[in-house]
């Protein structure tokens, strides 16, 4: 069964840092690019960063360029996304999911195998 699970969220102030994680089971993260992406209370979901099947290349959202960071370790089979700078605005669901990346709309997804997110709230 193809399950991804995202973890890491939680409550942190404006300023402040998260990492969050992406593990699969039921197949290997290694073989995709990855995406992550975020859906805020009555929006859409948007995605915020991509990575390469070998890490090699990154793309972001300009909204947190500069401030995250999308990284993986294939070793583990985990792909991570550390958040600095946070801001009221990046609260949102974060999820993970194998993806195409883009340089101009930064990453697209196909992926039907959503998981639960972690959420990501930013408050003082």
């Known amino acids: 069964q193809l399950q991804i699970v995202e973890s890491g969220g939680g409550l942190v102030q404006p300023g402040g840092s998260l990492r969050l994680s992406c593990a699969a089971s039921?197949?290997?993260?290694?073989?995709?690019?990855i995406g992550w992406f975020r859906q805020a209370p009555g929006k859409e979901r948007e995605g915020v960063a991509c990575?390469?099947?070998?890490?090699?290349?990154?793309n972001y959202a300009d909204s947190v360029k500069g401030r995250f960071t999308i990284s993986r370790d294939n070793a583990k089979n985990t792909v991570y996304l550390q958040m600095n700078s946070l801001k009221p605005e990046d609260t949102a669901v974060y999820y993970c999911?194998?993806?195409?990346?883009?340089?101009?709309?930064?990453?697209?997804?196909?992926?039907?195998?959503w998981g639960q997110g972690t959420q990501v709230t930013v408050s003082s």
């Open positions: 990575i390469s099947s070998s890490g090699g290349s990154t």
């Open positions: 999911a194998p993806a195409s990346c883009d340089t101009i709309v930064v990453v697209t997804t196909s992926w039907n195998y």
């Open positions: 039921g197949f290997t993260l290694n073989y995709y690019a």
